[in-house]
T-cell receptor, first 116, second 114 residues
Framework: GAGVSQSPRYKVAKRGQDVALRCDPI?????LFWYQQALGQGPEFLTY????????KSGLPSDRFFAERPEGSVSTLKIQRTQQEDSAVYLC??????????????FGPGTRLTVL | AQSVTQPDIHITVSEGASLELRCNYS??????LFWYVQSPGQGLQLLLK??????LVQGIKGFEAEFKRSQSSFNLRKPSVHWSDAAEYFC????????????FGTGTRLLVSP
């Protein structure tokens, strides 16, 4: 596609439910990032993939959060046993490859998760 | 730890007036510096970036930013604001080593009055 797409755009979950958020990066982009943006805040890094390898997951807030990118393209962010504090917009970004200086990260529109 | 400070939560500017959005960073060394814009329902869009060289960088939509090492600042400017510039603006930093995890400020919401 022309840009990064994310689905669903909106998700309402009851506390305790599991959710799965999908990211389709730009075709051929090697790097993929997940960020969490709480209301009124800037995005915060969650995790990073280079192809299918998850090279950094230091930003994942708890072991309830899990991300995968099994074939090096589409990625899924899964949140188990959702809590109210998980309510946020989850942003996915992709870039062509690693290197210095870095390539531009292209962001998707995000998935707004509301946990009731 | 890296951090980015955007001291202005909201700014209101009259259409046609000039704009300056402030950004200060805390980092062990000069990081890569970015400004992004986020419109409602849209993803973040890169306005401009500083890697090295000329400290005044030009971006899209008529924006520019100036890197001042002595002040650890990277302020965004536009000489004449248009109503379509109303959005949320984020300053971000990235490390010069490793992969490009971005650290964002809390954002400044720009309102444009007629």
């Amino acid at each position: 596609g022309a840009g990064v797409s994310q689905s669903p755009r909106y998700k309402v979950a009851k506390r305790g439910q599991d959710v799965a958020l999908r990211c389709d990066p730009i075709s051929g982009h090697v790097s993929l990032f997940w960020y969490q943006q709480a209301l009124g805040q800037g995005p915060e890094f969650l995790t990073y993939f280079q192809n299918e390898a998850q090279l950094d997951k230091s930003g994942l807030p708890s072991d309830r959060f899990f991300a995968e990118r099994p074939e090096g393209s589409v990625s899924t962010l899964k949140i188990q046993r959702t809590q109210q504090e998980d309510s946020a917009v989850y942003l996915c970004a992709s870039s062509r490859q690693d290197g210095m200086p870095p390539n531009e990260q292209f962001f998707g529109p995000g998935t707004r998760l509301t946990v009731l | 730890a890296q951090s980015v400070t955007q001291p202005d939560i909201h700014i209101t500017v009259s259409e046609g007036a000039s704009l300056e959005l402030r950004c200060n960073y805390s980092y062990g060394a000069t990081p890569y510096l970015f400004w992004y814009v986020q419109s409602p329902g849209q993803g973040l869009q890169l306005l401009l970036k500083y890697f090295s060289g000329d400290t005044l960088v030009q971006g899209i939509k008529g924006f520019e930013a100036e890197f001042k090492r002595s002040q650890s600042s990277f302020n965004l400017r536009k000489p004449s604001v248009h109503w379509s510039d109303a959005a949320e603006y984020f300053c971000a930093v990235g490390a010069r080593t490793g992969f490009q995890k971005l650290v964002f400020g809390t954002g400044t919401r720009l309102l444009v009055s007629p």
